[in-house]
């Protein structure tokens, strides 16, 4: 019987990988920061229907917390 694979991540987008190489390092760049400032709107989103009561001082550090525990996390196969 043949083991099922799981995937932890989505395939990589062929096309996408290939416009990405068309842009400039700047552009790249650009692209970058705007997905990362998407991920950690969304995260702090999130912790702010967690924690209604909490002021914005202390969802930002509930946030540093999360990405300094994401950070001393490895990948699992």
Known sequence: MKAKVTYRFDPVDLQQLRLV????PGRRIQALLAAR???????R??????????????INLKLLEELDRAERTYPRP
């Not at 400032?37 to 995260?43: H, S, T």
């Open 21 to 24: 190489s068309q842009l400039s």
């Open 37 to 43: 400032e998407l991920a950690v709107g969304l995260r």
């Open 45 to 58: 989103g999130r912790l702010r229907r967690l924690y209604p009561h909490l002021s914005p001082q202390e």
